[in-house]
T-cell receptor, first 118, second 112 residues
Framework: AQTVTQSQPEMSVQEAETVTLSCTYD???????LFWYKQPPSRQMILVIR??????QNATENRFSVNFQKAAKSFSLKISDSQLGDAAMYFC???????????????FGKGTKLSVKP | NAGVTQTPKFRILKIGQSMTLQCTQD?????MYWYRQDPGMGLKLIYY???????DKGEVPNGYNVSRSTTEDFPLRLELAAPSQTSVYFC???????????FGPGTRLTVL
């Protein structure tokens, strides 16, 4: 079974600076998707960025980018120029591409709570 | 489009009571999911559906039931509520298994 581990329960960053959130995962599959979701105090789950495992190029969405190391099974999220609105829980998630079992469901880590200091 | 809507937003149940959490999506998505989020944890899959009339268990299905009579609706039924079911429940939908999942705002359930 696949597992996702986020080893940083809490992180803090100064406004306008850069922070990196860590995520590692365990799988025997070769094809899968990885995601970072943001959950602000409103509880709404918001997709931040996604990465297809077959793509070597790291995904980027504006101030958010990932460092995907497939061999090391590592998927970190870098937030540049941090803003107060970035304060939230961040969840790393894995999704299998196999059709057996649960189809398309996400497997989540426990999350990292990010605080942004003004 | 409203996206994925869930009702109620909050609910307090007594042990042994039953209730249904409602989930509706207006995006004509085939796949729908129910997750629960316990304090300090990520979301875990309860049940999922790949289309009307088709449902299957996820990682933590005990104490829950679902049905999918229409594409739009995917209600989650709690029978004989227990304190262990105190959690935040999220419904999600996606067009297919490869597509982005869209989440509802969640239902906070407390069982006392």
């Amino acid at each position: 079974a696949q597992t996702v581990t986020q080893s940083q329960p809490e992180m803090s960053v100064q406004e306008a600076e850069t922070v990196t959130l860590s995520c590692t995962y365990d799988t025997s599959e070769s094809d899968y998707y990885l995601f970072w979701y943001k959950q602000p105090p409103s509880r709404q789950m918001i997709l931040v960025i996604r990465q297809e495992a077959y793509k070597q190029q790291n995904a980027t969405e504006n101030r958010f980018s990932v460092n995907f190391q497939k061999a090391a099974k590592s998927f970190s999220l870098k937030i540049s120029d941090s803003q107060l609105g970035d304060a939230a829980m961040y969840f790393c998630a894995y999704r299998t591409l196999n059709y057996g079992g649960s189809q398309g469901n996400l497997i989540f880590g426990k999350g990292t709570k990010l605080s942004v200091k003004p | 489009n409203a996206g994925v809507t869930q009702t109620p937003k909050f609910r307090i149940l007594k042990i042994g009571q039953s209730m249904t959490l409602q989930c509706t999506q207006d995006m004509n998505h085939n796949y729908m999911y129910w997750y629960r989020q316990d304090p300090g944890m990520g979301l875990k899959l309860i049940y999922y559906s790949v289309g009307a009339g088709i449902t299957d268990k996820g990682e933590v299905p005990n104490g829950y039931n679902v049905s999918r009579s229409t594409t739009e609706d995917f209600p989650l039924r709690l029978e004989l509520a227990a304190p262990s079911q105190t959690s935040v429940y999220f419904c999600a939908s996606s067009l297919g298994s490869y597509n982005e999942q869209f989440f509802g705002p969640g239902t906070r359930l407390t069982v006392l």
